[in-house]
T-cell receptor
Framework: QKEVEQNSGPLSVPEGAIASLNCTYSDRVSQSFFWYRQYSGKSPELIMSIYSNGDKEDGRFTAQLNKASQYVSLLIRDSQPSDSATYLCAVGVFQGAQKLVFGQGTRLTINP | DAGITQSPRYKITETGRQVTLMCHQTWSHSYMFWYRQDLGHGLRLIYYSAAADITDKGEVPDGYVVSRSKTENFPLTLESATRSQTSVYFC???????????????FGPGTRLTVL
């Protein structure tokens, strides 16, 4: 079983709709969770971090964490064509240093 | 400019040659990381460093060497490049918060390396 799993997609969502991206992880001691956005040919860009159970909102983005279910999600409201990218879920564990384990990413396409 | 930079951005080399990829950050972050990104494997940690002169192996360290004599620089050397090391390499950095696991990592623009 992979440590961090994401549906690779592609996920196609109409403009203006809500895009929902999901991620599960296997290590129960994980304490920090991140969502990165990566445009084609570019580097990962941190868009959300979440550390406690529940929801965290930042503009059109909402991260949701459920540690009991080992599940983290990202909702993008009012999706725009500029949101089309690959979204990487990363889970952090402190083992001498903050290490991130990445999922393989979900490719999201927003259709005008 | 402040931030994290990598050089070169693109590199083509031949099997057996030594290649060094540079990473420089201006945030004075304690931690620095090297990842490679390949189709089908996602981002994988090669080496990391907690501070100057402190480095440790990640998930895929074989064939790579790192050093960190200054906090701001973290070069990655491929001592004898192989075709399997063709990849996109990303450097990242994060602050240290006294052992907290909450440190966010910020990535450089990447180096696309092709080994012929």
């Amino acid at each position: 079983q992979k440590e961090v799993e994401q549906n690779s997609g592609p996920l196609s969502v109409p403009e203006g709709a809500i895009a929902s991206l999901n991620c599960t992880y296997s290590d129960r001691v994980s304490q920090s969770f991140f969502w990165y956005r990566q445009y084609s040919g570019k580097s990962p860009e941190l868009i959300m971090s979440i550390y406690s159970n529940g929801d965290k909102e930042d503009g059109r983005f909402t991260a949701q964490l459920n540690k009991a279910s080992q599940y983290v999600s990202l909702l993008i409201r009012d999706s725009q064509p500029s949101d089309s990218a690959t979204y990487l879920c990363a889970v952090g564990v402190f083992q001498g240093a903050q290490k991130l384990v990445f999922g393989q990413g979900t490719r999201l396409t927003i259709n005008p | 400019d402040a931030g994290i930079t990598q050089s070169p951005r693109y590199k083509i080399t031949e099997t057996g040659r030594q290649v060094t990829l540079m990473c420089h950050q201006t945030w004075s972050h304690s931690y620095m990381f090297w990842y490679r990104q390949d189709l089908g494997h996602g981002l994988r940690l090669i080496y990391y460093s907690a501070a100057a002169d402190i480095t440790d192996k990640g998930e895929v360290p074989d064939g790579y060497v790192v050093s960190r004599s200054k906090t701001e620089n973290f070069p990655l050397t491929l001592e004898s490049a192989t075709r399997s090391q063709t990849s996109v390499y990303f450097c990242a950095s994060s602050e240290s918060r006294g052992g907290s696991s909450y440190n966010e990592q910020f990535f450089g623009p990447g180096t696309r390396l092709t080994v012929l």
